[in-house]
C-alpha cells in the first residue's frame, strides 16, 4: 500500500498543494523589501530620463549633408527630412536645367536617407535591439524604397522641353526679346 502525504489547502494565501508553513517560508523569501525596490526604480528611471534626453538632443541635431558626384549641389536636411539649405555652385549655370533638376532631386534623396538613417541610430540606445528597434528599421527601410521606387518609375524621366535652350549671354548689349515677349 502506498502512502500518500496529507495536503491541506491553505486557500486564503494561495497555497492550495502546499503545507502552510512551506507557503509562509516562500513568502519570507519572495518579499520584496520596499526601499530596495523604490531605490532600484528611481535609478532606472533616471538612467531612461538620461537616455530620453541624449535622444532628443540627438534628434534635434540629426542633420545631414551631400554634394552632388560633380560637386554642382550641396544640399543639408534636417532630422524630420526638411531641406534647410540648397547651394548650387557656378557649374550649375552650365548645366540644363532639366540635368540641373535631377541632380538636386537626387542630392535631396541622398541628403533625406542618409538623415534617416541617423535619426534611426540616435533611437538605439532608447529602443534597443528589441522589436521596436526592428519597427523602426523597417519603417525607414520602406520609406527609403519608396522614395527610390518613385525615382525610378515610368514617366518621370526627364522631358525635353518644347523650346529650344537659349543662351544667355549676360554681357550682350542687344536685348534679344522685343516689346510684346517675343523673340
Same mark, same amino acid.
Not at 78 to 82: D, L, P
Given at each position: 500500500m502506498i502512502r500518500v502525504p496529507r495536503v491541506r489547502s491553505f =486557500? #486564503? $494565501?494561495g497555497c492550495a498543494? *502546499? +503545507?502552510h508553513r512551506v507557503c509562509r517560508r516562500r513568502a519570507r523569501e519572495d518579499r520584496v523589501d520596499p526601499h530596495k525596490f523604490l531605490a532600484d526604480f528611481e535609478r532606472k528611471s533616471e538612467q531612461m530620463q538620461q537616455q530620453l534626453a541624449e535622444s532628443q538632443e540627438q534628434l534635434a541635431s540629426a542633420r545631414s549633408e551631400v554634394t552632388s558626384s560633380d560637386g554642382t549641389v550641396t544640399v543639408t536636411v !534636417?532630422?524630420?527630412?526638411?531641406i534647410e539649405s540648397l547651394t548650387l $555652385? =557656378?557649374?550649375a549655370t552650365q *548645366? !540644363?536645367?532639366t540635368v540641373l533638376a535631377d541632380r538636386i532631386m537626387d542630392t535631396i534623396r541622398q541628403a533625406q536617407v542618409e538623415a534617416a538613417r541617423s535619426v534611426q541610430e $540616435?533611437? #538605439?540606445p532608447l529602443l534597443g535591439d528589441g522589436e521596436g528597434m526592428d519597427f523602426l528599421t523597417e519603417q525607414v527601410d520602406q520609406g527609403i524604397a519608396r522614395m527610390q521606387r518613385s525615382e525610378h518609375a =515610368?514617366? +518621370?524621366e526627364p522631358r525635353r522641353s518644347a523650346v529650344e535652350d537659349i543662351e544667355l549671354d549676360w554681357d550682350d548689349d542687344e536685348d534679344d526679346w522685343d516689346e510684346r515677349?517675343?523673340?
Open positions: =486557500p #486564503r $494565501s498543494r *502546499l +503545507t !534636417a532630422g524630420g527630412g526638411g $555652385s =557656378p557649374k *548645366l !540644363a536645367h $540616435s533611437m #538605439r =515610368p514617366g +518621370t515677349g517675343g523673340r
